[in-house]
């Protein structure tokens, strides 16, 4: 009995602590945020940035409400990012300076 226990309560704490370790190092610290300066609502940004992305031969997929899906296929190399978005920022993982430049642009106009 006094095993069992001893396990489980090793096993708690290995988990706990793991868990901890790998939610602590995650993508945001790598993330480059952009800061969105002009004043809109997040449906217009959301359509700024789809539009752009499109007119760049981006093929765009719906994802979240504050998600999309950006693919582009150069010959036999496809590229898939995920642009993620609010009223403040937005972010592109994994990075793709192209795509980030088009929104850039997009969204300062």
């Not at 006094?2 to 793991?18: E, M, N, R, S, Y």
């Not at 868990?19 to 809109?40: F, L, V």
Request: proline share 1%.
């Amino acid at each position: 009995m006094k095993k069992i226990i001893a396990t489980v309560f090793v096993g708690f704490f290995v988990t706990v602590f793991l868990g901890c370790a790998q939610t602590g190092t995650g993508d945001a610290k790598t993330a480059e945020y952009t800061h969105i300066k002009t004043d809109m609502t997040q449906n217009e940004i959301h359509q700024v940035i789809f539009n752009a992305a499109e007119d760049a031969g981006w093929r765009m997929t719906e994802f979240k409400d504050n998600a999309l899906i950006a693919e582009k296929s150069d010959g036999d190399d496809t590229v898939a990012v995920t642009i993620s978005f609010s009223r403040d920022y937005f972010f592109i993982s994994p990075k793709n300076s192209d795509l980030q430049n088009i929104l850039e642009d997009a969204l300062e106009n």
